[in-house]
């Protein structure tokens, strides 16, 4: 269960122009839609990145059947989910404010950079 399930579903609906992640159509409230994990939601990643594995930073909207059959995003590198996990660590609002690039340039995390 995605913490804030509902305040995420709204701001990622907007971030995304109402768009699947992966074919770019419109989403409707007729069609099935999922919460998709770029970096996998497993034991260990929930493990290492509790802050980032449930954030915005890491989530997108899809519909269900691309998300079944269609290639899915690719995740950023870990070096980046780190410095993420730092930033959330610090301002767990983050998230809402800025995009995870913007806030990788202009934020000084507790990780060095990579």
């Not at 305040?7 to 989403?27: F, N, P, V």
């Not at 990643?45 to 989530?59: A, F, G, P, Q, R």
Request: hydrophobic share 40%; with cysteine.
């Amino acid at each position: 269960m995605i913490p804030n399930y509902e305040r995420k579903l709204l701001y990622l609906w907007k971030k995304q122009g109402g768009r699947c992640a992966i074919t770019g159509k419109l989403l409707t409230l007729a069609c099935k839609i999922d919460m998709h994990h770029v970096l996998p939601d497993t034991k260990v990643n929930h493990k290492l990145y509790k802050l980032y594995i449930d954030s915005v930073w890491n989530l997108v909207l899809v519909f269900h059947d691309a998300h079944i059959t269609k290639p899915l995003p690719k995740h950023p590198p870990e070096c980046q989910i780190r410095l993420a996990e730092g930033l959330l660590a610090q301002d767990p609002g983050i998230e809402y404010r800025m995009d995870m690039e913007k806030a990788l340039k202009e934020c000084k995390p507790v990780v060095e950079r990579c």
